[in-house]
């Protein structure tokens, strides 16, 4: 291919992909927009429209805070600042200090997933500007508070139980992998079928059978597993009340 050629050739080629490029820019004029108005020009405030699983500013329900210092342990950038002291004697945890630095928070999530009690939990709120890094240390502890101990039964506190609630549902549905949407609301069981008038039963006659050797040994090793079950009953949840 001679030079005028080739000149040519690349005027064309310029052309073409000025065309193609301006037909893209051209076709956002028709298109539906992506981008929308913000603040407070749209019907719903943005945090409401967010993904299920969406990783806000943390906050910290420090009612059902056990002082674990699972959180604190589990930040890989040490953005969570934590003190508690234990006593002796009546092995009560008291929670001076809890802090998280916000600005230097990536919401990773990885401190929220192992709160045994979900008290550390994202929101769905992003607005955390301010105009300086301290401002942006969230303290949740005033004066020393006395950590959570998980009850036996069930809470009788009503606030509590409501926190913790929310909490446990957090724990079980967003820290878990899984849907971007929430779980669908378990359906409700449905009605046992009435039983047949006893009228109508007729039982065949029985006879007897000796049991054999198999169902024998088969029971004996039901029995042995049952007690072992037994004996494991009541320690599961040990290392979350300590
Ligand atoms: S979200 Fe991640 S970076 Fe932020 S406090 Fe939790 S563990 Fe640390
Ligand atoms: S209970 Fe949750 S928020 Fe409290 S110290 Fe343990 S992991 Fe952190």
Not at 33 to 54: G, K, S
């Amino acid at each position: 291919m001679g030079p005028a050629a080739t000149y040519f050739r690349n005027i064309k080629d310029a052309v073409v992909s000025i065309f193609d490029g301006m037909a893209v820019t051209a076709s956002h004029l028709v298109r539906r927009p992506y981008t929308i108005q913000y603040p407070d020009r749209i019907p719903v405030r943005v945090q409401d429209t967010l993904p299920f699983r969406y990783r806000g500013i943390l906050d910290v329900d420090l009612e059902i805070c056990t002082g674990c210092l699972a959180c604190d342990r589990a930040c890989p950038i040490d953005c969570i600042a934590m003190a508690i002291e234990k006593n002796a004697q009546t092995r009560e945890i008291t929670i001076s200090q809890f802090d998280i630095d916000i600005a230097k928070c990536m919401y990773c999530g990885l401190c929220s997933e192992p709160c045994p009690t979900g008290a550390i939990h994202h929101t769905t709120e992003f607005e955390g500007a301010d105009y300086s890094l301290e401002s942006l240390i969230r303290r949740f502890v005033v004066e020393p508070v006395v950590a959570y101990k998980p009850k036996k039964g069930p809470e009788p506190d009503a606030a509590v139980a409501k926190l913790l609630e929310r909490g446990m549902t957090y724990v079980d549905e967003w820290a878990q992998p899984g849907s971007d949407k929430p779980p669908a609301a378990k359906a409700a069981p449905a009605p046992a079928p009435a039983a047949k008038p006893v009228a109508e039963a007729k039982p065949a006659p029985l006879k007897p059978v000796s049991p054999t050797a198999d169902a024998v040994k088969a029971g004996a090793e039901t029995k042995d597993a049952d007690s072992r079950t037994d004996g494991n009953n009541g320690t599961g949840n040990e290392g979350a009340s300590s």
